[in-house]
């Protein structure tokens, strides 16, 4: 089955770094593009980031371009994503979902992790 | 960039009801549309891509349709397992934005 499962969230104070991790398994996670969303308390989803399956191409929302950076490792089956200058508004859940194709909609999910931003 | 507006915001609806949430595009999109259903506390399920392809596993009183700039959830007739929030996200563009959501509760 297809696993991912999110780690690194916490409590932060504003202008802090965090880095969050997305373990992968059940699948050849090489040949998969990788994306990052979030979900602001009460709020609706927000596409963060995407990375393509070699790791080559990314894109990111307006709203963090320049302050977090999504990565991967395709030998330890790892997604990454690197936040700085972090808002109170980036207080969210933090969702990996994987590509169902090429820039494709997302078919599988983890649970998620939570990162607050203390202002 | 492309924005995604859904409506209604919220849908009241009994077990049994045939119930249809909208999503419009600011600009045409083609099919390249997908919709999610995700409950409190939990991550988004996949439910429909490409517009009106049904995701693997996914009952069969869920459909889409549409192209272009406006698109159509269809739930044929609802069921107790089926209320919560909806989303639709377009991903023609380096974006993958979604709607802001209709959230289907009981009448």
Known sequence: DVQLVESGGGLVQAGGSLRLSCAASGFIFINFEMNWVRQAPGKGLEWVSHISSSGRTTYSADSVKGRFTVSRDNAKNSLYLQMHSLRAEDTAVYYCARGRGTEDSFDNWGPGTLVTVSS | ?107
Do not use: H
């Open chain 2, 1 to 107: 960039d492309i924005q995604m507006t859904q409506f209604p915001s919220t849908l009241s609806a009994s077990v049994g009801d045939r119930v249809t949430i909208t999503c419009r595009a600011s600009q045409s999109i083609s099919y390249w549309l997908a919709w999610y259903q995700q409950k409190p506390g939990k991550a988004p399920n996949l439910l429909i891509y490409k517009a009106s392809s049904l995701e693997s596993g996914v009952p069969s009183r869920f459909s889409g349709s549409g192209s272009e700039t406006e698109f159509n959830l269809t739930i044929s007739s609802l069921q107790p397992d089926d209320f919560a929030t909806y989303y639709c996200q377009e991903y023609n563009t380096y974006s993958w934005t979604f709607g802001q959501g209709t959230r289907v509760e009981i009448k």
